[in-house]
């Protein structure tokens, strides 16, 4: 059975980093898209970030600069790198491997 499973999420100060990370079981993790989404209270669930079996990444305007994707196949593992983080990236995030499965998702806060 196919499980991702995030983790990273927490509360940081306006300006700070968090780094995000969600473990997949049970598919063959390196030959899958893997992507991150987000979703504020109140709003639909937003693509952040996206890195392709060969590594090619894409980022949404929102984050370009600030976030970074990465995977590591060894580790069945794709990470967000996020910094300058901003009250407006508080949301629960989430990982998606290949449009298809689901993290349960990780809680995200900036405020001071």
């Known amino acids: 059975q196919v499980q991702l499973v995030e983790s990273g999420g927490g509360l940081v100060q306006p300006g700070g980093s968090l780094r995000l990370s969600c473990t997949a079981s049970?598919?063959?993790?390196?030959?899958?898209?893997m992507t991150w989404y987000r979703q504020a209270p109140g709003k639909q669930r937003e693509w952040v970030a996206a890195?392709?079996?060969?590594?090619?990444?894409n980022y949404a305007d929102s984050v370009k600069g600030r976030f970074t994707i990465s995977r590591d196949n060894t580790k069945n593992t794709v990470y967000l790198q996020m910094n300058s983080l901003k009250p407006e990236d508080t949301a629960v995030y989430y990982c998606?491997?290949?449009?298809?499965?689901w993290g349960q998702g990780t809680q995200v806060t900036v405020s001071s």
């Open positions: 049970g598919i063959i993790f390196s030959i899958y898209d």
């Open positions: 998606n491997a290949n449009n298809i499965w």
């Open positions: 890195i392709s079996s060969a590594g090619g990444t």
